[in-house]
């Protein structure tokens, strides 16, 4: 899975800003404002990758229980997916 062409990350401080351009405008058209461990996960998706790599790539930067991250990386693929972000 990755993150459709043409969503756009943008770093600025601790947040990651993402804009839809193009195509990808008809399926979002706003700004989401991601702290620094969403923009962690959008940045993980800018290439083909599965929810595990992006667990175990959060496991080595955070310090924090591996079922903690597994369960948040769950929760946000799973939104990215429902609201049609996500390439399968």
Avoid at 70 to 81: G, P
Wanted: glycine share 6%.
């Amino acid at each position: 899975m990755k993150l459709k062409e043409g969503f756009l990350l943008h770093r600025a401080g601790d947040e990651t800003l993402v804009v839809a351009n193009g195509p990808a405008a008809a399926v979002f058209n706003g700004l989401i404002r991601n702290n620094d461990t969403a923009g962690f996960i959008f940045e993980q998706l800018q290439r083909p990758t599965t929810e595990a790599a992006i667990v175990d790539a959060m496991v080595r930067r955070y310090d924090a229980p591996r079922q903690r991250i597994a369960d948040d990386v769950h929760a946000m693929v799973q939104r990215l997916r429902d609201e049609g972000f996500l390439d399968e």
